[in-house]
Nanobody, 123 residues
Framework: QVQLAESGGGLVQAGGSLRLSCAASGRRTFSSYAMGWFRQAPGKDSEFVAAISWSGDSAYYSDSVKGRFTISRDNAKNTVYLQMNSLKPEDTAVYYC???????????????WGQGTQVTVSS
């Protein structure tokens, strides 16, 4: 069992930056999980944003955020991050982190996910 808590969302102007954090707690070692970030805008399905392997050696991004967002993790702090630069209004969504032993690209396939944090980008 693992609990995930996202933070760092907020309101930012287009072109600005935010860093999201996802803190994990639970019985199983954080470093045994691959981690993913997903987002869901109102009226839309959840969308894969980025994922990172348990070691942090491999990272994957959706085409829509590649070159603007960076996923990273600190296993000593049980935390995964999403650095978001050059934000656009279309990045507005609730952002969720998710954990699974396997690196996956569909949110519903992950074993655990957090409650989400709202990111709003104004034009």
């Amino acid at each position: 069992q693992v609990q995930l808590a996202e933070s760092g969302g907020g309101l930012v102007q287009a072109g600005g930056s935010l860093r999201l954090s996802c803190a994990a707690s639970g019985r199983r070692t954080f470093s045994s999980y691959a981690m993913g970030w997903f987002r869901q805008a109102p009226g839309k399905d959840s969308e894969f944003v980025a994922a990172i392997s348990w070691s942090g050696d491999s990272a994957y991004y959706s085409d829509s955020v590649k070159g603007r967002f960076t996923i990273s993790r600190d296993n000593a702090k049980n935390t995964v991050y999403l650095q978001m630069n050059s934000l656009k209004p279309e990045d507005t969504a609730v952002y969720y982190c998710a954990a699974d032993p396997n690196l996956l690209y569909r949110m519903e396939e992950y074993d655990y996910w957090g409650q989400g944090t709202q990111v709003t980008v104004s034009s």
